[in-house]
């Protein structure tokens, strides 16, 4: 493998895929012509891509949740009740975590299981198990775009699967489907075969079918600051440029603080759009909102808020679509009432704001300068160590620090970066690790931090981190000293 | 202290903010902590703690899979001559918004000797941990 940001030759691609239909029985169903036949008759409301764009040039939030179930029938009534009762604009087929880490015989025991028990026994939908007929299946017992959401390093079947089932969408990158979600797949190997992912999405463009891709913006979900989690967004939307997909949705998970959470968001689109300018990639952008991803209140009244001020923040972000949380997160998966309930609270929120706007005032523009300066350090750094190539600058960028996630799995990842939240709940830097800023950024996140501890009475610490973690989940943002 | 406990989190679970936190809390608390991370499987819980002399094995599940995965391992456990190694569980266990006095009797049965909650404090645990141990209350310093 000598990995580069370049686009898959057809020899290579269909030399690879060769071998990627074989991984589980259910590949050999994949035919790429009838695939390209059966999606240009998919209708247009059906169409991730036409629908985001559609919303994004209307200024509509668009509401999505997450959801699957083991079994084909039982996932076909769930996301029927979403769309219906919860009234969601988007639908997920959350994919279960065996398949993430392509284990498909253990599937298959946790189908079995779920038939002997009439319940799930899994987290999502099996997906590469149950093939491309029962994708369509779904699809064509649903009235929304149906997208994969999920956390696999290695997605190639299951892109094969899924697009050949009629589903416009796939979420997940190189980077951000690995270093969160695995613990010794490497870059090299992840970046690798998302480009196979992303060029099939620009195979079927170059056939005339839209395909929309997503790289998964909010990472570990965990005092991401957005500098971080906006350079990642930004390389991963390049690289499958790169490959040929003409439809991409950035992604960025709520810190909390309204200021830094539009300014996150703004700062993203216009960063995107001149570095995607730059280097010439036609591309239509949207962006999605991830509503809070940290740890929960058990209160349902107390989740609803947190749900409900996500909203918000998605909203006056002017973020194109919003991903919901339910009043069940803090005990894990949620009953299709409660995530149907997690929708209606969001798209109360969506239709409240829909004619307001905040105007950019200096606190905000200062935010949103401050963190396209982080951001764009970051990125200048990764394609001056990869020599120009960003795929080896990745690679590099992520051996030396100069990326860095927090609190992530993988032993890839540094791990010397550490964040923290000022007087105000916004995100900071405690510790950069070797992530390049220059000093009167490190000063000013420094000085922001010291301000928190002299308000508490304690020093700046790594004590003050686990209070931040547990925060949300104890009803506050900051986690204060008791 | 010189007890050394594994810690991981198990199955196709990537779960990994609690497991570090665990770590640092539990260190802290004069444990010698063996953190296996994430996606471990019961084979890696097992070989670990027979290297170091583990007292306990503690086993986190975020993702609801926890009822596949954690099936067999007392038995795996015994096979392998750890018959008395304390055995913990705790995360969201199972799929779905389940009452837990029924989700701990299910993993009481499965051999386990303490099922925790989600949103258990580490406090809690460590707690439990040094009364099962028969670590003296004068030496907590939680």
């Known amino acids: 493998m000598n990995l580069k940001n370049k686009r898959l030759s057809d020899d290579l691609f269909y030399k690879i895929r060769e071998d990627v239909l074989t991984h589980w029985s259910t590949g050999k169903d994949v035919d790429f012509r009838e695939a390209v036949d059966y999606m240009s008759r998919v209708p247009e409301e059906k169409n991730f891509s036409i629908q985001l764009k559609k919303a994004k040039d209307n200024g509509i939030t668009l509401v999505q949740p997450r959801a699957g179930v083991a079994l084909v029938d039982e996932h076909i009534e769930l996301l029927n009740y979403l769309q219906d009762e919860g009234g969601a604009d988007l639908l997920p087929s959350t994919i279960d975590s065996y398949t993430r880490q392509n284990r498909y015989n253990e599937c298959q025991t946790g189908i079995d299981e779920s038939i002997k028990e009439n319940r799930s026994l899994l987290n999502g939908f099996p997906v590469v198990n149950h093939g491309v007929h029962n994708c369509r299946k779904v699809l064509e017992n649903v009235n929304r775009p149906v997208q994969a959401r999920h956390g696999t390093p290695d997605a190639r079947l299951l892109s094969e699967i899924i697009h050949a089932g009629g589903w416009t969408s796939n979420e997940g990158g190189g980077i951000s489907y690995n270093i969160p979600y695995a613990k010794s797949v490497s870059l090299e190997k992840t970046i690798y075969d998302w480009q196979y992912c992303d060029r099939l999405a620009g195979i079927y463009e170059e056939n005339g079918i839209k395909i929309n891709r997503e790289p998964f913006g909010p990472l570990t979900g965990t005092l991401v600051p957005p500098s971080i989690s906006n350079a990642v967004a930004i390389i991963e939307g390049l690289l499958a440029a790169e490959q040929g997909v003409k439809n991409l949705t950035l992604g960025y998970g709520q810190c909390g603080s309204l200021i830094q959470d539009i300014a996150a968001i703004k700062a993203l689109t216009q960063q995107a759009e001149s570095y995607f300018e730059e280097y010439g990639y036609d591309v239509e952008l949207s962006t999605v909102f991830h509503q809070w991803m940290g740890g929960f209140p058990e209160d349902e009244s107390k989740a609803f808020s947190v749900i409900s001020w996500g909203s918000v923040a998605a909203s006056f972000a002017g973020a194109t679509k919003v991903i919901v949380k339910t009043p069940h997160e803090a005990l894990g998966i949620p009953t299709k009432e409660a995530n149907a309930q997690g929708i209606k609270a969001t798209k109360q929120i969506i239709n409240l704001t829909k004619y307001q706007s905040i105007p950019i005032f200096s606190e905000l523009d200062q935010e949103i300068e401050m963190i396209k300066r982080e951001t764009k350090c970051i990125i200048d750094k990764v394609f001056e160590v990869g020599m120009g190539d960003l795929a080896q600058g990745v690679v590099k960028a992520f051996e030396t620090g100069i990326m860095d996630i927090p609190f992530a799995p993988s032993k890839f990842n540094q791990g010397k970066v550490l964040p923290e939240r000022d007087n105000f709940g916004a995100v900071r830097y405690l510790d950069f690790g070797n992530i390049p800023a220059d000093k009167d950024v490190k000063d000013y996140h420094k000085k922001l931090l010291e301000e928190r501890g002299a308000y508490e009475k304690r020093n700046v610490s790594f004590d003050m981190v686990i209070d931040d973690i547990f925060a949300v989940s104890k009803g506050i943002l900051i986690g204060r000293p008791e | ?142």
């Open chain 2, 1 to 142: 202290m010189g007890k050394s406990i594994v810690l991981g989190v198990i199955g196709a679970d990537c779960h990994a903010v609690g497991n570090k936190i665990l770590d640092h809390a539990f260190s802290k608390a004069g444990f010698d902590v063996v953190n296996i991370g994430v996606l471990s499987s019961q084979e890696d819980f097992i070989n670990a703690a027979i290297e170091t002399d583990a007292k306990a094995i503690l086993v986190s599940s975020l993702y609801g899979h926890g009822e596949i995965d954690c099936k067999g391992l007392k038995e795996k456990c015994i096979e392998a001559g750890l018959e008395d190694v304390i055995l913990y569980v705790g995360g969201n266990l199972v799929v779905g918004k389940q009452d837990f006095d029924i989700v701990e009797k299910r993993f009481k049965d499965m051999g386990f000797d303490r099922v925790y909650a989600p949103g258990t404090s580490p406090a809690e645990s460590i707690a439990n941990l040094k009364k099962d141990l028969g670590i003296g209350i004068d030496t907590m310093a939680v």
